[in-house]
């Protein structure tokens, strides 16, 4: 079965650099969610999004921005990194609904430098 | 969201029942228990989630206690592939985004 796609899977950038992720979902899931990991700790929510809208913010920094195409696809963009930053960055989608499982990608591991 | 609390470490033999408890004491009516796990570093992998009855799928077995305080998760024969960190998350109906808080970290023995 098809799963979330995220890409890429690592990036190493150095400090005040910018990052983009990339994130697609499974087909004919229409929600996207943007999780960070850091070292040792648990995921944490950043962002949601369905049909293309911005439908729930976690604890995203104001350096980190994210949208969401025509084609469902999700990118989280962050600027001016920080060493702080260095986490496993997970997507995850579902169907529309609360009480719909959301399915996670491989992650993206960022190293900043 | 309602909070979960869940021991932090549990060991279990190879073969055997796992047996993982969650308490959420405060839960509301209309929030969902979900339980995910997550094995070194992957993404997390939903196991299964339920709102009032128990549920069972090809993974586990979800127990929820009739007045919906407290959870178990049952891996009806635990292999060392399910040696990973256990979350349960009460999911509200208002909100999309699931709080993972501290999991359950589970060692099957062989």
């Known amino acids: 079965a098809a799963g979330v796609i995220q890409s890429p899977r690592h990036l190493i950038k150095e400090k005040r650099e910018t990052a983009t992720l990339k994130c697609y979902p499974i087909?004919?899931?229409?929600?996207v969610y943007w999780y960070q990991q850091g070292p040792g700790q648990d995921p944490q929510f950043l962002i949601s999004?369905?049909?293309?809208?911005?439908?729930d913010k976690g604890s995203i920094p104001d350096r980190f921005s994210a949208q969401q195409f025509s084609d469902y696809h999700s990118e989280l963009n962050m600027s001016s990194l920080e060493l702080g930053d260095s986490a496993l960055y997970f997507c995850?989608?579902?169907?529309?609904?609360?009480?719909?499982?959301?399915?996670f990608g491989p992650g993206t591991r960022l190293t900043v430098t | 969201d309602a909070k979960t609390t869940h021991p932090p470490s549990m060991d279990c033999a190879e073969g055997r029942a796992a047996n993982l408890p969650c308490n959420h004491s405060?839960?509301?009516?209309?929030?969902?228990v979900y339980w995910y796990r997550q094995i070194h570093s992957q993404g997390p992998q939903y196991i299964i989630h339920?709102?009032?009855n128990n549920e069972t799928n090809e993974m586990a077995s979800l127990i929820i206690t009739e007045d919906r305080k407290s959870s178990t998760l049952i891996l009806p024969h635990a292999t060392l592939r399910d040696t990973a960190v256990y979350y349960c998350?009460?999911?509200?109906?208002?909100?999309?985004?699931?709080?993972f808080g501290t999991g359950t970290s589970l060692t099957v023995i062989p």
């Open positions: 087909p004919r899931h229409d929600t």
């Open positions: 999004f369905y049909e293309k809208m911005q439908s």
């Open positions: 998350i009460v999911r509200a109906d208002t909100g999309n985004q699931f709080y």
């Open positions: 339920g709102l009032k």
């Open positions: 405060t839960i509301s009516g209309n929030e969902y």
């Open positions: 995850a989608s579902s169907l529309p609904g609360f009480h719909y499982e959301q399915y």
